[in-house]
């Protein structure tokens, strides 16, 4: 029998908290383990899973400050941030501080499927505007 991938979400708005996880649970092979209104909620009741789709604008402590604190907790985690904000800045510093991808909400609902089975598999997962910054960064 073929392992699920387990998934984890960190999002504050209830009704995309909700889509996401039947998003998730509608494909074979991937299971929501949890979801979560706030990241002191997901670090203090959260179980490890494979992957976490991680907001950036929380109430309390920001997703971005997360990363590093769920990178400690659980080091075999993989972190996406899921969120509507594609400045440079807040790609650079999620990335900077462990988030293994980035992906804006507004993606299609494939894409996001697909960047979690990226970095499960050991890739990163960036959007082309994502992605674009990113390398913008460099010249």
């Not at 979400?9 to 209104?37: C, K, N």
């Not at 909620?41 to 590093?68: F, H, Q, R, W, Y």
Request: hydrophobic share 45%; with cysteine.
């Amino acid at each position: 029998m073929e392992m699920e991938i387990t998934v984890g979400i960190v999002e504050d708005h209830s009704e995309f908290r909700q889509g996401l996880g039947f998003l998730v649970s509608a494909v074979p092979g991937y299971e929501v383990a949890w979801a979560y209104g706030s990241a002191e909620e997901a670090l203090k009741t959260g179980c490890e899973v494979d992957v976490m789709l991680l907001d950036i604008n929380l109430p309390g402590l920001s997703g971005i400050e997360a990363v590093s604190l769920f990178k400690k907790r659980f080091p075999g985690q993989k972190i996406i941030m899921l969120t509507i904000l594609e400045d440079a800045g807040h790609i650079v510093n999620a990335i900077s501080r462990g988030a293994d991808g980035y992906i804006l909400k507004k993606a299609h609902p494939q894409r996001i499927i697909e960047a979690i089975q990226q970095v499960y598999d050991g890739g990163a997962a960036l959007t082309p505007v994502v992605a674009r910054h990113v390398l913008e960064c460099f010249k």
